[in-house]
Structures are given as C-alpha cells and as structure tokens.
C-alpha cells in the first residue's frame, strides 16, 4: 500500500453520481456542502479493498460555539454509500476521526463535515483499487 496522501484530487461534489449526491444530501438537510476545512486521509492506490484505512479531519476550533457536530463518509461504488457516520461535540477537543472501509473497486471516497452552525464542508478523493471488496457476482 502506499503512503498516506491527505486531500489527494479532490473533484467537485457537483460531478457526484445522483445516489451518491442524494446520500449528501440527506446528510446535509438541504444546506449547501461547500469544498474546504475537511481534509480526507486515503491511499490514492490501494492493493487491497478488504480494508482500508481512513482518517478524516476538520478545522474546527471545538468550542461551545463553533465545532464539529458530525462527520460521514460516503463512497461511490459500494453496495450502501453511507460507510461511517461519527457524532461530536466540543468534548470531543479535535475534530479528527480514523477508521477502516472496504471499497467494491476503483471509486470516489467523500468526507462531510456539518458545523454546529449547519454548514457543511466536504473533500472528495478518488481511490484506486487494484484488488476490489464487496464483489458481488451476476447470475
């Protein structure tokens, strides 16, 4: 696996096919999802879509006023688009969360971020898979 790449090509959330757009959008509630303050830790290249890792991190002072309430990771490609939804608060002192996914193949990975203020931000990163998960086989 490569290295870690932080905000690797971004694309706009505009060229989101429509189910993908739809999961951002009900995330979202109808507020606009704006590209910045998110940045999306991911392997550009990955050798296996079985896991893999995944951190996310948003510019976010964490004070009573101004934080981070929740963050979701969508993908492109995969059976269900909703792969992680993480709630915070202030408590919380960073606005950074890691996990793992798996990716059924080559495909956009989205980060959302919505602010105590409803605002939302995003970072789109396209991953590619060489060695694919979730494979599903037509009959």
């Not at 050798?47 to 981070?68: K, L, R």
Request: glycine content about 6%; charged content about 20%; hydrophobic content about 50%.
């Amino acid at each position: 696996m490569t290295g870690w790449l932080a905000c690797a090509r971004p694309v706009a959330a505009a060229a989101l096919p429509d189910d993908l757009a739809a999961a951002v959008a009900a995330f979202a509630g109808g507020m606009p999802v704006r590209e910045g303050r998110v940045s999306l830790e991911i392997a550009e290249l990955v050798d296996n879509g079985n896991t893999v890792p995944v951190s996310v991190a948003v510019d976010s002072p964490m004070t009573e006023a101004d934080h981070v309430t929740a963050i979701s990771l969508f993908n492109e490609r995969n059976p269900q688009r909703e792969v992680a939804h993480f709630v915070l608060g202030p408590s919380a002192g960073l606005a950074r969360v890691s996990t793992r996914m798996r990716l059924a193949t080559t495909q956009r990975v989205v980060a959302i971020a919505r602010m105590r203020d409803g605002s939302c931000w995003s970072r789109t990163v396209e991953v590619i898979v060489t060695l694919a998960a979730c494979v599903e086989s037509e009959l």
